[in-house]
């Protein structure tokens, strides 16, 4: 059912007795209806009581991207977004839903996944984002997947893994791939975000860029753009990546960095949001 048809989600929620708790609740008008709202930003549980339609987003923890991997001239990869999971209109019945937020990959290292699990309901998981490796070597595989190192020849960015998970549609998108010549500089690719893949680095001084997010209006009734990659480095001699982290509750990639003794950047944490007729 799509989130516009408000009068059967609110028929629905109404005939089954649906009530809930757990994590932070807020209330919003959109279209003539009240929606409850029930945000978790750390691990917690979603308590259901009776049975009802409920819309759901899902973010896992973004990747942490590369430092400079040793070498002056060489950029690191951007981390990829987590994955993103969205649903609507997911019937959920009466019980403890047990809601783990995954957190960020610190440097070179994945995300952590976020999931909800309850025994009946089953399992939906999204995929903690890829991170930027150590090079020379190819992105980190995730939700979406990390950039290349710009270390190492024909270096390629990390696969996106998320899919669809227990009825909730997935998105993630490939990290971008490196720029590396003869001399040994380097540029990494950008981490894939939840709307786009990750930048290809065109030059030694053009790393790729980050990935796009993806909008997504539960939380709040206006879109709300989380999920998106970090950033690749150039070569430190043409400007140093910032290393910059994703925020918190975000999905966000980190952002490379150039240079000997340099430090990527963390990606940010995930998140869990279910929305309702009030």
Do not use: C
Request: charged share 10%; glycine share 32%.
């Amino acid at each position: 059912m799509p989130l516009g048809a408000n009068k059967v989600a609110l028929f629905a929620a109404s005939a089954g007795g649906f009530s809930a708790s757990g994590g932070t609740e807020t209330t919003y008008d959109s279209g003539g209806t009240t929606y409850m709202v029930h945000t978790f930003t750390t691990s917690s549980t979603f308590t259901v009581t009776g049975s009802g339609d409920v819309d759901i987003l899902m973010i896992a923890g973004g990747g942490g991207a590369a430092g400079g991997t040793g070498n002056i001239n060489v950029g690191g990869g951007g981390g990829g977004a987590g994955g993103q999971l969205e649903g609507s209109a997911i019937e959920m019945t009466a019980g403890d839903y047990a809601i783990t937020i995954g957190g960020g990959g610190g440097q070179y290292n994945n995300g952590h996944n976020s999931t909800i699990v309850e025994t009946t309901w089953g399992t939906a998981t999204a995929n903690g984002g890829g991170g930027g490796p150590h090079g020379p070597a190819n992105g980190n595989s995730g939700g979406s997947g990390g950039g290349a190192s710009g270390r190492g020849e024909n270096m390629v960015g990390g696969a996106a893994t998320q899919s669809t998970s227990n009825g909730l549609t997935g998105y993630g998108f490939a990290g971008g791939d490196n720029f590396f010549n003869v001399s040994e500089e380097g540029a990494g690719g950008g981490g894939g975000g939840a709307g786009g893949v990750g930048g290809n680095a065109v030059a030694r001084s053009s790393a790729g860029i980050k990935g796009v997010g993806r909008s997504n209006s539960i939380q709040t009734g206006s879109g709300d753009t989380r999920a998106i990659g970090g950033y690749g480095a150039a070569a430190q001699t043409w400007g140093p990546g910032n290393g910059a982290s994703g925020a918190a509750n975000s999905g966000n990639g980190g952002d490379g960095n150039s240079g000997t003794s340099t430090t990527g950047g963390s990606g940010g944490s995930g998140i869990v949001v279910f929305r309702y007729a009030a």
